[in-house]
Nanobody, 128 residues
Framework: VQLQASGGGLVQAGGSLRLSCAAS????????MGWFRQAPGKEREFVAA????????????YYGDSVKGRFTISREIAKNTVNLQMNSLKPEDTAVYYC??????????????????WGQGTLVTVSS
């Protein structure tokens, strides 16, 4: 499994960015997909996750408390891509954002160890 994150950049506070994670193969059918972020000197933080499609239209999504109401995770099955729409960005959202994937059933999607596959990260900088 290979994941390629893109879309990071510099944006002013209150602005928006859209991150994308391109996955190799049709893993969106079998793998849950997540976004994490890591700011300098801080631990990797859960941002959002979406369930595997499994051929169904119904899906589950989860968000970290700090991004609820501002960020939206979505997927494009045909493009093997997961997106993270980030609105109302704040300086504290500044971090390297990573996409992740895993197929194992786990108790919680939030810990970083619930994901085996990781992309290389894309830097998001929010200026005040």
């Amino acid at each position: 499994v290979q994941l390629q994150a893109s879309g990071g950049g510099l944006v002013q506070a209150g602005g928006s960015l859209r991150l994308s994670c391109a996955a190799s193969g049709n893993i969106l059918n079998t793998h849950r997909m997540g976004w994490f972020r890591q700011a300098p000197g801080k631990e990797r933080e859960f941002v959002a996750a979406i369930s595997a499609s499994s051929g169904m239209s119904y899906y589950n999504v989860y968000y970290g408390d700090s991004v609820k109401g501002r960020f939206t995770i979505s997927r494009e099955i045909a493009k093997n891509t997961v997106n993270l729409q980030m609105n109302s960005l704040k300086p504290e959202d500044t971090a390297v954002y990573y996409c992740a994937a895993d197929y194992r059933p786990v108790r919680s999607w939030l810990p970083h160890y619930a994901y085996d596959y990781w992309g290389q990260g894309t830097l998001v900088t929010v200026s005040s």
